[in-house]
């Protein structure tokens, strides 16, 4: 057995003045180039989940491996270096930089690590080509929509040009963090089927979170948050046992 | 693309409220500026009016009084002088040269000014700047009359033209000498002194005018020359036209300056004319005097930079005003570039790097407008309020202020900068709408 890509551990995070812990972690693993769709409403604290495998933030306590380094023993300098090296992630909505092409949005990561930089060109003769490689992927390459304004663009496809940047370069892992909650349920499949195919071709890892059960079908493997974390299920369990 | 790239990429994508930003301190530095330069242009023209003169001499009045009527040409002096008691006091030991000023008398709003041969002589402007003449010559007949450089550009007299007199030191002064014009012979270089506004004529051709006007007035038709300085009595003196005759130029002046071999010995002298027995007499120093004037004038000068200061401030503040409006427009877009890989540090440098960039925009801008303004300015400036406004904008005083308002704009930025950076700490990834 492989690896996990990701390796969580008894991971306890609080906001700075909360005094009971957000999340509570006892175990969370993810292996190499599996799709995991984590499912929660909204609220729960999954985007704080999502910020601590990322690296964006810091847990009070417990450990976070990724591709077998230990998030939490980096520096703040070297974990954001590690997000532009190896992430790719797409938001809810909004994701492009209002004021940048599609090209340019799309080529953005490369500009923030050398090392994705490095394996886009190693695929296309320039990142600009690479970037309309997998813009093609995506039905994107159509000249009347890449010289559009970002703004311009519909949402489904202004998500599928965050898709592009979250694949360029081949970062190891992909978080989607409710990237199709404002496209019709037809837009939806095909955007997470062609996320599956891209992932694929990347041997990327797939972090899928969202609140739509509905979803999670082509997935590998479906995590319930309120199943994964343990706090304010102190209570939980107890209101449990009593039914 | 690097942050730098990204930050004028965002600029453009802002162009209006950062123009906006930008020009509201241009707009501020080039107001500071100006009345900066104002500021120290006039505190130079000021005290450059007089140079040379070691005491000033008049009827018993204040110095500021003496000087303003003698140097300024402001106001009137209360009382004349004996034209015996100037003739004592300039042969005294000690005294150089002398010139006699008599004033009173005005020509379509410029005064005139009666003196002789030693006011373009001796008279000194600025450091130790003499007059000199752009045109003709200086008066050698009383009935000749030399311009100053704003009176001929103003009335647009040439050498030659005839021009009249009126009494008393108004604008429209309805008795005119209607009898006696004065023949133009010299215009003198600008100076950027009051002498720019004056009309000069010699003594006798100054009391001429009084003694033709009283001529006329009596009727009595005889020669106004004939009459010679008996009968050329302005009305203001009367009790002093006994000693008229005693010379051939003047019975009585208004005031006088002199010129010492020693400057050491103006306080003696000073206190020796204070004292003088025939009548009341007071001599002040220019350069005390006019130090005691600008402390006058200098409270509407620390007014004007107080003002300034405020439009400053005023400036720096719409700048924070516009930052901290786009900082919520571009919380979403900070989350983007941190889960791109960028630091906080970036966030923060961008954000600084946008007030930066907007200060000294408009510091630069706001130096081009105002050196703008002060090229095609200049000649109407000298010629509407007799200042000539050098070029030399970058002087230590400028400096300062230059880099002051620099070093606050950028502490400003900080403002923002730091706003944002805990944002991007508290936000994370999430994007916030």
Known sequence: MTDPIIKIDTLRFAWPGQAAPLLRIARLEVTKGERV????????????????????????????????????????????????????????????????????????????????????????????????????????????VIDKPVTELSVGQQQRVAAARALIGSPEILIADEPTSSMDAERRAAFIELLF??????????LFVSHDQGLQKPFDRTIEFSNLNQTGTDEAPRLQSVT | MSIATLAIKSFRNRKFSVGLAIASIMLSVALLLGVEILREQARTSFTSTISGTDLIVGARSGSVNLLLYSVFRIGNPTNNIDWSSYDEIRRLPGVKWSIPLSMGDTHRGFRVLGTDDNYFRHYQYARERQ???????????????????????????????KIIVAHGAGDESFITHDAKPFRVVGILEPTGTPVDRALHVSLAGFDGMHSDWRGADDDNGHDPLASVLGDAIPVEEDEHHEDAADHGDAHSISAFMLGLDSRAAAIGLQRRINQFDHEPLSAILPGVALLELWEIVGLVENTLFAISLLVITIGLFSMLIILMASINERRREMAILRALGARPGHIFALILGEAIFITLSGIVLGIALIYGVLVFGQGWIASEFGLFIGLELFTPNLVHVILLVALFGC???????????????????????
């Open chain 2, 411 to 433: 502490l400003i930025g900080l403002i923002p900068g730091i706003r944002m950076y805990r944002y991007s700490l508290i936000d994370g990834m999430t994007v916030r709408v």
């Open chain 1, 197 to 206: 195919r891209e992932c694929d071709e990347a041997g990327a890892t797939l």
């Open chain 2, 131 to 161: 007059l000199s003449l752009s045109n003709g010559a200086w008066f050698a007949q009383d009935d000749e009359t030399v311009l100053g450089a704003v009176v001929a550009e103003k009335l647009g007299y040439q050498p030659g033209d």
């Open chain 1, 37 to 144: 769709f984590l499912r929660g409403a909204s609220g729960c604290g999954k985007s704080t989940l999502l910020g601590l495998v990322a690296g964006v933030l810091e847990p009070q306590s417990g450990s976070i491996q990724i591709i077998g380094q230990s998030l939490v023993a980096m520096s703040s300098a070297s974990r954001d270096r590690f997000r532009a090296d190896h992430y790719g992630i797409v938001f809810q909505q909004f994701n492009l930089i209002p004021y940048l092409s599609v090209i340019e949005n799309v080529t953005l990561p490369c500009r923030f690590s050398a090392g994705r930089r490095r394996k886009a060109m190693s695929r296309s003769s320039n990142l600009d080509t690479e970037a309309l490689r997998l813009l093609g992927h995506l039905d994107m390459a159509d000249d009347a």
